[in-house]
């Protein structure tokens, strides 16, 4: 199985501010890397695919880049509704695996 | 828009089967273009993809639960479901079902369901 490590687990951040969170992945992926967020209680919501691309809907403050094992997601300037949870996932081959989770707390 | 429920018991004994059904409602399961998948998450933790089915009854499962798992479609109810056997503790889960695409984004879950939380306990 490909194994998918994030970093940081945990991030504190205040409103406004830009934040990354990177994955990387075991082996190669090509750019078959997925993002999504997720608060509490709620499912998963798909922010981007495809490493860059955004899923429709989704705020253009979200961005993502990478491809081969070593990926990102940025976010550009916080709001209050981005505190969340944030797991990437490689759709490159079967099984299908997540990251651990990123947990974006308010600083 | 398209839309998943899960449906199940909310409760299973430990060397029992775990049973549920996701209802797909606003689109077609029979769609050429999607992938139907069941995703669990243990409490606290991260995501853990079980398996899915193309409509054509095509599936695909993780090998770390393949010999208790079996995944099917019924697309005249428009539903799909999982069966867990043998359950212990370990399979105490929020279990989700979602769809993918088979092409464009493969294998990016763009809908989820709400999720249901099934614990594993006599």
């Known amino acids: 199985d490909i194994q998918m490590t994030q970093s940081p687990s945990s991030l504190s951040a205040s409103v406004g501010d830009r934040v990354t969170i990177t994955c990387r992945a075991s082996?190669?992926?090509?750019?078959?890397l997925n993002w999504y967020q997720q608060k509490p209680g709620k499912s998963p919501k798909l922010l981007l695919y495809s490493a860059s691309n955004l899923q429709s809907g989704v705020p253009s403050r979200f961005g993502g880049s990478g491809s081969g094992t070593d990926f990102t997601l940025a976010i550009s300037s916080l709001q209050p509704e981005d505190f969340a949870t944030y797991f990437c996932?490689?759709?490159?081959?079967?099984?299908?695996?997540f990251g651990q989770g990123t947990k974006l707390e308010i600083k | 828009q398209v839309q998943l429920q899960e449906s199940g018991p909310g409760l299973v004994k430990p060397s029992q089967t775990l049973s549920l059904t996701c209802t797909v409602s606003g689109g077609s399961i029979s769609s050429a273009s999607h992938y139907w998948s069941w995703i669990r998450q243990h409490p606290g933790k991260g995501l853990e993809w079980i398996g899915n089915?193309?409509?054509?009854?095509?599936?695909y499962h993780n090998p770390s639960l393949k010999s208790r798992l079996s995944i099917s479609v019924d697309t005249s109810k428009n539903q799909f479901s999982l069966k867990l056997r043998s359950v212990t503790a370990a399979d105490t889960a929020v279990y989700y079902c979602a769809r993918s695409r088979v092409e464009g984004a493969v294998n990016a879950f763009d809908i989820w369901g709400q999720g249901t939380m099934v614990p594993v306990s006599s």
């Open positions: 996932q490689q759709s490159y081959s079967s099984p299908y695996t």
């Open positions: 089915i193309y409509h054509s009854g095509s599936a």
């Open positions: 082996q190669n992926i090509n750019n078959d």
